[in-house]
């Protein structure tokens, strides 16, 4: 194996601790607020765990943040504004990335 190959395994290597990386911030920050908006809802037990999982899972329809954002606002229209579950949605995502990246 010569020199460039060698770079090459490297590199890709490096994406991928950086993709699984970015996996995990993302379903840290998922289950961060959707844990937030089950408590906004009113839910406990298993009917957190439930949706805690549902807001997981959205974030698999599409590239991006935005199918999560959706499901919640539309999961709390009437109780909570687009603006403040936008604004805890990113704040926990910062939090999720300052999280993972000192594990």
């Known amino acids: 194996m010569n020199t460039f190959d ?15 990386t970015s996996f995990k911030i993302d379903v840290r920050a998922n289950k ?3 844990t937030w908006a089950s408590n906004k809802l009113g839910h406990s037990g298993d009917e957190e765990a ?8 959205s974030d698999f ?4 943040r ?3 954002y959706r499901k919640v606002i539309d999961d709390l229209e ?4 687009e603006a403040t579950i936008r604004e805890v949605g990113e704040r926990f995502y910062e939090e999720a990335k300052e999280q993972i990246l000192s594990e």
């Open 6 to 20: 060698k770079r090459r395994k490297a590199a890709e290597k490096g994406f991928e601790i950086d993709q699984a």
């Open 32 to 34: 961060l607020l959707g």
């Open 50 to 57: 439930n949706y805690i999982q549902d807001v997981i899972k």
């Open 61 to 64: 329809k599409e590239t991006g």
């Open 66 to 68: 935005e199918d999560v």
């Open 78 to 81: 009437g109780i909570v504004d």
